[in-house]
Every structure is written in structure tokens, then in C-alpha cells.
């Protein structure tokens, strides 16, 4: 069974840096696409940036392009978010997810949240003004 654990999160004042990780198991992150999505208290969950199985696609939400990265370490098979230039908008817990469907290795990686069907509990991230 899949299973992905996110760590990292914490309280950073705004224009900090924090790095997320998300380390998976029995599913090798070199082969599917996964990504990040977050949720703000009492708002609806929203997409923030994923990468294709290959590695060699990836797409940002407008928000947060030029600040995020997305990586990932095949050998620890762990996905990463490196956060940069934090506001306090950014303040929501962030979940990684993966997708099992095949056809995202090489095409740009999905953006909602219906193509993933697996799923992280979530890391809080607070920035505060």
C-alpha cells in the first residue's frame, strides 16, 4: 500500500524559506507523478505545483512560480518543495499526492486534485507577517 509522509513544516516570518519533504513507500517516485496541493483554514484545497513520472515535465500554480521548486531524490525516493520568498498567504498545510495512472510519466503532470489517488496526512506551514 502507498504510503506518503510529509515533514518540514513550521512557522517562518514572511520572505523566509522552508524546504517540505515527502518520503514515499512501496511506489517509486521516479515512475509516477506527485505533487503538492495545500488547504488555507476554511478555504477549498488547491493545487501548487506537480511533476510528470519522468521528471522532465512539471507545472506550477501562478501563485507560487518563481518561489517554489519541486524536486525529488530517486535514491531516498522522497519528494521535496523547496518554499522561497514565504508570504503569509502560503499559510495552509501542504499535502503531497500521487497519481497510480501510467499516462502521466511523460505528459505535463495533472493540476486537480481528482487525478490523485493517494495522499499524505499533511504538513503545517504558517508565515507569519
Known amino acids: 500500500q502507498v504510503r506518503l509522509v510529509e515533514s518540514g513544516g513550521g512557522l517562518v516570518p514572511a520572505g523566509g524559506s522552508l524546504r517540505l519533504s515527502c518520503a514515499a513507500s512501496?511506489?517509486?517516485?521516479?515512475?509516477?507523478?506527485m505533487g503538492w496541493f495545500r488547504q488555507a483554514p476554511g478555504k477549498e484545497r488547491e493545487f501548487v505545483v506537480a511533476?510528470?513520472?519522468?521528471?522532465?515535465?512539471?507545472r506550477y500554480a501562478d501563485s507560487v512560480k518563481g518561489r517554489f521548486t519541486i524536486s525529488r531524490d530517486i535514491a531516498k525516493n522522497t519528494l521535496y518543495l523547496q518554499m522561497n520568498r514565504l508570504k503569509p498567504e502560503d499559510t495552509a498545510v501542504y499535502y503531497c499526492a500521487t497519481t497510480s495512472r501510467a499516462n502521466y510519466y511523460y505528459s505535463g503532470p495533472p493540476a486537480t486534485d481528482g487525478a490523485y489517488d493517494s495522499w499524505g496526512q499533511g504538513t503545517q506551514v504558517t508565515v507569519s507577517s
Open positions: 511533476v510528470s513520472g519522468s521528471g522532465g515535465s512539471t
Open positions: 512501496a511506489l517509486p517516485v521516479s515512475r509516477y507523478a
